[in-house]
């Protein structure tokens, strides 16, 4: 019974290209959130996605920034033209439900360059 | 001012003691997590709580919803308790949530 899987672990990207992290829920959880944790900083919330549904992106930044949770396949968050102040962990949590326990994946780490 | 607040910052204690952090938030929730993130970064969720009191081994955590504060108590504290300890909220006016800046935890053999 797999965890929360996030892949790649690490990524390396140059200003201006595109970062896609991905994120595959436990298995039987339709409920997904993204996080992001900048350098010495806390986590804060980006966005809660349900199958093929966003549910609140109000933590994501307006532009470049953008997430989905297709109906088959890992929930996918994509960052365009990546700039330094992106690099940070980001983090996948799934829960069964809207208001239930939440299992978390080992993260992201994204560096730019 | 952030919706969730944690107290202390940074807590060190000498292992076997009993040791309390604090959550104070500001918004109407649905829930409240207790979260633990350890040197390596990983992340586990310690417990959900909507009302009254949860233990789970050495971990109790409590919350007021009248005076929307938690606590998390570690009793007989070990140095594998030393972690960051992650309070946050699921609002009950959105569907988001907020996270305190985490406590972090050293417990000294």
């Known amino acids: 019974n797999a965890g929360v899987m996030q892949n790649p672990r690490h990524l390396v990207r140059r200003r201006g290209q595109e970062a896609r992290l991905r994120c595959s829920p436990m298995?039987?959880?339709?409920?997904v959130y993204w996080y992001r944790q900048l350098p010495e900083e806390g986590l804060k919330f980006m966005v809660y996605?349900?199958?093929?549904?966003?549910?609140?992106e109000s933590g994501m930044p307006k532009e470049r920034f953008s997430a989905e949770f297709p109906k088959e396949g890992p929930s996918i968050l994509r960052i365009q033209q990546v700039v330094r102040g992106d690099s940070a962990a980001y983090f996948c949590?799934?829960?069964?439900?809207?208001?239930?326990?939440?299992?978390f994946g080992s993260g992201t780490q994204l560096s730019v360059l | 001012k952030n919706e969730v607040e944690q107290s202390p910052q940074n807590l060190t204690a000498q292992e076997g003691e009993f040791i309390t952090i604090n959550c104070s938030y500001s918004?109407?929730?649905?829930?409240l997590h207790w979260l633990q993130q350890h040197p390596g970064g990983g992340i586990v969720s310690l417990f959900m709580?909507?009302?009254g009191k949860k233990k789970h081994g050495r971990l109790i955590a409590t919350i007021n919803i009248q005076e929307k504060h938690s606590s998390l108590h570690i009793t007989a504290s070990h140095p594998r308790d030393s972690a960051v300890y992650i309070c946050a909220v699921f609002s009950n006016t959105g569907n988001q949530f907020y996270f305190g800046t985490g406590t972090s935890l050293t417990v000294i053999p």
């Open positions: 949590a799934s829960s069964r439900g809207g208001n239930e326990k939440l299992f």
């Open positions: 918004v109407g929730i649905s829930a």
């Open positions: 996605l349900q199958k093929e549904n966003i549910i609140d």
């Open positions: 298995k039987g959880h339709s409920h």
């Open positions: 709580l909507s009302s």
